[in-house]
């Protein structure tokens, strides 16, 4: 099993051709000498940033903006149109209003993977053309699955979302244009990140990898043990992890030592499996988030031995 790793490019306006999100965020945009109500949210073009008021006010005529006065002004999060190109943040781009969810981008640099993490929708299309002419696909993900074992689970069997899905092998040409269409599934499109870059191969993934889940929800009890009443279950984010081995030819040590410097506290998108994404584990080991702990040990004179720990963002 191929085990790789694709550090993100920064994707920012000069990279966006076009976009289906029109506004850069639902919320209002924000002018000085405006009333506000606590709680209440704006955005900035200027920052891309989302901002909620901390008291009810009115701000003066001349009123510095929110990123500058952080005493009535609370950073929330990034905008809505360019939330998935930011990858330390949790907050997806979704389309609501029952159309495809529809990004072109020209990253100016060459790309053979793409990433779509987090996502939500019927499927996901990526088509990539170099002056005008298809060069790739258009290749289509589907997104909905159904787990069937037998007839019962043919008729009645929920369909489940997948989360993420990883395109390899795109033609690597700094001048492409990227295409990337997701179909909605009941009425909304959404993507948490959108990853391009080029795949780094670390080695060969060993079986038996240890899929971990850290459970942040809150357990309140009674003394005695019991659950206290009304507050006893707050339900929370459980963060997916991984922690397993792989096998690296020695060829390959020197790469993985820049790539543990080159990679510390930086989110990328970890693959396992990118050559077979039927197989049942593909999502188990397609991962994206930062290394947490990666040691090697030369075991002979052709292979050395990597151990990783990973955290998804």
Known sequence: MSFRVIEPYVIGDAQIVSHSVAALDPSKLWAAGQTWTKDELCHRAETKRVYKRVAAGTDAANAEPPEKTSEIWQDTRACNRTAAFVYTES??????DGQPLRIKLQVGKRVDTLGLYGVVGH???????QAGAVVFGPRTEGLLRREVHGW???????FLQRGAVAFVSLPPLSSAEIEIEILPA??????????????AYLGDLRWRPNIVGTNFSRIEREFDGSLRPGVSLVQRRTVPGFS????VPAYNVDRLRRLRDQLNAVPALWVGLAT??????????????????????????????????????
């Open 152 to 158: 019962f689970d043919w008729f009645t069997a929920p």
């Open 123 to 129: 499927s996901a299309r990526v088509t990539v053309r």
């Open 91 to 96: 907050t997806p781009t979704t389309q609501k």
């Open 244 to 247: 397993g081995s792989f096998r």
């Open 276 to 313: 077979q994404p039927n197989s049942p584990y593909y999502e188990s080991v397609l991962l994206f988030g930062v290394y947490r702990r990666l040691e090697y040990t030369p075991d002979n004179v052709h292979n050395a031995e990597a151990n990783i720990e990973i955290e998804e963002l």
């Open 186 to 199: 009941s009425g909304m499109a959404s993507v948490g990140y959108v990853v391009c870059g080029r795949a």
